[in-house]
């Protein structure tokens, strides 16, 4: 592949560029390497090391892959939002700058700094060296929930974000029927879950700001606990129940199903942190209303992925792979909504 | 045909790389081959079930009509309530992607 659906420019020259710019926000600067990072179905994260006056500086710059789902916020948006949620105090990578000038590295993209550890699901929910205490973790994911919850609209830097005229549940339905109609083959299992969340959508209440992707595998932690909340490329106006919901939907318990809170602790654990932060009252049936659609929301996405790789755009095994993990989807969404 | 066939290439190849392919790898590589191994699993049940779904397709065909356009008019109607609580089609469905999910995903 060619021209801007590329990788980055990683020549001399254009290392000679980033370093410039790069210089322009932390002074002097050498950029000693850039490695390209495994993840990131849908941008391209590349760790880079500078040489500083102030010493060795990790850094981690983020660009669009060669597709990108049509769903998700370019780096220009996802950087305002990863602004605002660390000035509300948010664990995030400290944001540093964002370029859109394509001529530095052939396409836009924005710099962080890299935070330790793991985000690997898999490896977090079995291996415990990982992440100190489990219950401590899931209590404090469910406060720095709880503080992205406190933002709400309208704010200045995210006026970018579509705002909901009707429950944000139906919103997202409509455009997963938007979707299907444009699939190939029709979907009759997700036909049948869509149909049913349209029946008990939640109404229009209270908006906050959504991450829309909250979830075991997009944090990162070491082995004393939470380092950094990652890929906020999904977040939104919306139902903060949604957000709760995604966290402790079985699909995103990376196979340890008995810990309910994202394959980490239990439910209330997390649950625990987030009412103390918020003084939010809960509710659990909504919780559940947005784990059923989880399977709904991942099972369009893992379609979107899988034709990534069937139409030839970007063929890769990850994306093909996932593309089969929509039957488990379908078949839990199935029993989430019988009759 | 000729035997093996396709279904028992990928059986003995997948076998022989779990056996002495898969523990050799270093740290790094084991992501990726253990999604090889799943992917050449899928393919060898896939094969392996024949494209068999004749019963479900049949059942499905029987509860929403054989016409041509049977299936979008039967997705227009689903979405303006005429299935719903539909307990026939919610058993059908499930029986459909609990095949789909043997293949795909076997716990």
Not at chain 1, 78 to 91: C, D, I, Q, S
Not at chain 1, 302 to 327: F, K, W, Y
């Amino acid at each position: 592949m060619t021209g801007e659906a590329a990788h980055i420019d990683t020549s001399e020259a254009a290392r000679a560029r980033l370093g410039r710019i790069i210089a322009a926000a932390l002074g002097e600067a050498t950029v000693l390497s850039i490695e390209k990072l495994s993840g990131g179905a849908i941008q391209e994260n590349y760790a880079v090391d500078v040489e500083t006056a102030s010493g060795r500086q990790r850094l981690v710059l983020r660009a669009d892959a060669p597709s990108a789902i049509a769903v998700s916020h370019g780096r220009a948006q996802e950087f305002a939002l990863l602004k605002v949620a660390h000035a509300e105090g948010m664990t995030v990578p400290q944001p540093i700058f964002f370029c859109a000038d394509p001529t530095i590295l052939g396409k836009p993209f924005y710099v962080m700094r890299r935070v330790a550890g793991t985000a690997a699901g898999h490896v977090i929910v079995r291996d415990d060296k990982w992440h100190g205490d489990r219950i401590a973790l899931a209590d404090r994911l469910g406060r720095e929930l709880a503080i992205l919850h406190r933002v709400r609209p309208p704010h200045p830097d995210l006026a970018f974000l579509p705002m909901p005229s009707v429950s944000p549940a139906l919103v997202a339905i409509e455009a997963y029927r938007g979707f299907l109609d444009s699939y190939r083959l029709p979907r009759p299992a997700l036909e049948w879950g869509l149909r049913w969340l349209e029946r008990h959508a939640p109404p229009l209440a209270e908006l906050v700001l959504c991450h829309r992707d909250y979830r075991t595998g997009n944090y990162m932690v070491d082995d004393s606990g939470l380092t950094g909340i990652l890929d906020w490329e999904f977040a939104g106006w919306g139902d903060p129940h949604e957000d709760i919901g995604w966290f402790c939907a079985k699909c995103w318990r990376f196979g340890a199903n008995a810990r309910e809170a994202g394959g980490i602790a239990g439910r209330d654990d997390f649950l625990r942190g987030y009412s103390a932060e918020s003084g939010r009252r809960i509710d659990p049936g909504q919780v559940r209303y947005w784990e059923t659609m989880a399977h709904a929301r991942w099972a369009v996405i893992a379609l979107q992925q899988g034709e990534r790789h069937v139409s030839g755009a970007e063929p890769s095994l990850d994306l093909a792979l996932t593309g089969r993990r929509v039957a488990e989807l379908e078949y839990e969404l199935l029993l989430m909504t019988g009759p | 045909m000729d035997r093996p066939d396709a279904a028992e290439l990928i059986a003995i190849a997948l076998a022989r790389f779990r056996e002495e392919i898969l523990p050799v790898l270093p740290a790094d590589r084991r992501l990726a081959a253990l999604m090889i191994a799943n992917a050449l699993g899928i393919a060898e049940r896939e094969l392996a079930a024949g494209g068999d779904d004749g019963t479900i397709a049949a059942a499905f065909a029987t509860l929403i009509g054989e016409t041509a356009d049977a299936v979008p008019a039967f997705v227009a109607d689903l979405r303006r309530g005429r299935w719903d609580d539909d307990a026939d089609l919610h058993h059908l469905l499930l029986q459909d992607a609990k095949a789909r999910v043997a293949i795909a995903n076997p716990r």
